[in-house]
């Protein structure tokens, strides 16, 4: 069975600094793009990054541009994302995912067919 897992995720001040990676189980991934989307507390899921499989191109929210960086590693079947500058409103359970290949979105949620369990990332003001 194909699986995400998240890992890094905790509590930071606000200003702080966290890394995510999320490693895949499976090759396959490695010519996915693969996505980071977030969810709080009675809020839908949103995007964050994405990020083509060659890493060529790679895509933010506004909320977290010249904030956060989303990076991949092919051959550890991993990618990861870089967190600085924390706010409290980042506050929420990242998930890393892979986005089916004909779909068209990188920023589209019900564009990914494989999501990983999550991890809590918490701001404190």
């Known amino acids: 069975q194909v699986q995400l897992v998240e890992s890094g995720g905790g509590l930071v001040q606000a200003g702080g600094s966290l890394s995510l990676s999320c490693t895949a189980s499976?090759?396959?991934?490695?010519?996915?793009?693969m996505g980071w989307f977030r969810q709080a507390p009675g809020k839908e899921r949103e995007f964050v990054a994405g990020?083509?499989?060659?890493?060529?191109?790679?895509y933010y929210a506004d909320s977290v541009k010249g904030r956060f960086t989303a990076s991949r590693d092919n051959a550890k079947n991993t990618v990861y994302l870089q967190m600085n500058s924390l706010k409290p409103e980042d506050t929420a359970v990242y998930y890393c995912?892979?986005?089916?290949?004909?779909?068209?979105?990188?920023?589209?949620?019900?564009?990914?067919?494989?999501w990983g369990q999550g991890t809590q990332v918490t701001v404190s003001s």
């Open positions: 995912a892979a986005k089916k290949p004909d779909a068209t979105g990188v920023s589209i949620v019900f564009n990914y067919d494989y």
């Open positions: 990020m083509y499989w060659n890493g060529g191109s790679t």
């Open positions: 499976s090759r396959t991934f490695s010519r996915r793009t």
